[in-house]
């Protein structure tokens, strides 16, 4: 459904022609599809063109909206490359994106018509709409995320709702009351803006929200249990075509604060150390809904196995809950010592301190290697007796040395920190002192 008009996937999969002579519109050519890019705006346009290309099997790239002229220019050049590769059968790709390069370049992943089969049939076994149901669409198409919620759709029971108002409210409003909105999909971000609009229990067929995109506080999961709003979190990206871990349904009442979840049917989990910090364990996935290399790239990715190392650092407790700790890309390295720049973000959140628009980078130090520094947008920096006290519970180490305002802090439209972009921005305004604080 877009805004008030219904457009469900279980009538228009009835109407295959219609989709795929649409599909010749917009690709023209009788005998081989023709691979090409797709400018990812929110709008049904664009959902129907993902079908349509899903049903006449068109490969097709991802291509932001505000894709920058490199981006665009990869993406021509990999479709003129002929590497998009015409399929005539579910063996081949389905589509590519672009990863959020919150790490650095984007790198093109290729999403196989075979991963998209098995990450539907595993998300089964994860929240999803009732047949009939609505899935609320909030994220951005052009990322795994937004595209495997069509995906969904259009191989399952339920419909997709886009909507031009994504605003808290709005979204606050539809699961008080939409009774046709079964799940939506947030990042913490959004989630905990919306929560101020939530003052009462969602509606009664209102499944709960999927979360990604990195964990929540304990403080904000009580608040969603004092309402009754199920939150389901998980974790998965572009290159395990979404979700591949998440919480069961029936243990979200009872799962640990943090977790992303247990491996869903079908995905293998490992935790094995990090060569250059043995003290930190890598977490690696394997299962048919894993991709099997980035576009254009000779990188070494996989074991003799077939394990693939995600990149980020984990632990698994007693129970089988994986928890993410941090981006290996992320972690600080200071006199030796590991910092999880999470982990002080969290605390300084948790004492009440800060509560938004504020991160913790490394920057590079000639005594220390890295210093860890607090950057402030938009308010007073803190006091340093306050940070210390704030932060009383965590070794000294981890205090920042320093703290800098700074006009913004950079990141993906989903809420995620780009770390190295801040440390970038940080170092341009660094003082001498490194132990000012």
């Known amino acids: 459904m877009y805004n008030k008009t219904f457009l469900k996937y279980r009538d228009i999969t009835v109407s295959r022609d219609l989709l795929i002579a649409l599909a010749e519109l917009h690709y023209p050519g009788n005998n081989e599809p023709v691979a090409s890019t ?22 097709f790239v991802a291509v932001p909206p505000d894709a920058s002229e490199p981006v665009l220019e990869r993406a021509q050049k990999l479709v003129e490359s002929q590497q998009t590769g015409n399929t005539t059968d579910d ?67 339920f419909g997709v709702w886009l909507t031009d108002d994504r605003s808290p409210g ?115 996935v394997r299962g048919e809904q894993v991709f099997s290399g980035y576009a254009n790239s000779g990188e070494a990715l996989f074991d003799r196995e077939g394990w693939f190392c995600t990149g980020d650092y984990a632990r698994r407790d007693e129970k089988g809950y994986y928890f993410i700790e941090m981006r290996r890309t992320d972690r600080i390295v200071t006199g030796g010592e590991n910092v999880n720049p999470v982990e002080v973000e969290q605390a300084l959140a948790a004492s009440g301190l800060l509560s938004k628009h504020f991160a913790v980078a490394g920057v590079p130090d000639p005594e220390w290697g890295q210093r860890v520094v607090l950057a402030v947008c938009n308010q007073q920096a803190p006091a340093p007796d306050d940070i210390h006290q704030a932060l009383q519970h965590l070794e000294r180490f981890k205090h920042p040395k320093q703290v800098i305002q700074v006009d913004h802090i950079p990141g993906s439209e989903s809420g995620k920190i780009n770390r190295r972009s801040l440390a970038e921005l940080l170092v341009g305004k660094m003082i001498p002192d490194p132990d000012s604080i």
Do not use: N
């Open 170 to 284: 709005a979204i606050a409003q539809h699961i008080h009351a939409d009774a046709q909105c079964g799940v939506v999909s947030l990042v913490p971000t959004q989630l905990q803006r919306v929560l101020p609009h939530l003052s009462s229990q969602p509606h009664r067929e209102f499944q709960g929200v999927l979360l990604g995109g990195g964990p929540l506080m304990a403080e904000t999961i009580q608040q969603c249990r004092a309402i009754g709003l199920p939150v389901y979190p998980s974790f998965g990206m572009s290159e395990t075509t979404a979700q591949c871990l998440a919480v069961p349904p029936d243990l979200v009442e009872s799962a640990p604060a943090g977790t992303c979840g247990m491996p869903l049917p079908g995905v293998e989990a490992t935790l094995r150390p990090d060569p250059d910090a043995p003290d930190l364990q890598l977490l690696w």
């Open 38 to 59: 797709m400018v990812m705006h929110p709008t049904p346009e664009t959902i129907i063109k993902i079908a349509s290309c899903w049903l006449k099997k068109i490969p």
């Open 91 to 157: 063996q081949g790709i389905f589509c590519y994106v672009f990863t959020s390069g919150t790490t650095g370049t984007p790198k093109i992943v290729p999403v196989g018509r075979a991963q998209v089969r098995a990450a539907v049939a595993s998300s089964s076994h994860s929240i999803q709409p009732a047949p009939g149901q609505l899935w609320v669409l909030t994220l951005p198409l052009h990322h795994i995320g937004g595209i495997s919620i069509v995906m969904r759709a259009l191989l399952g029971d």
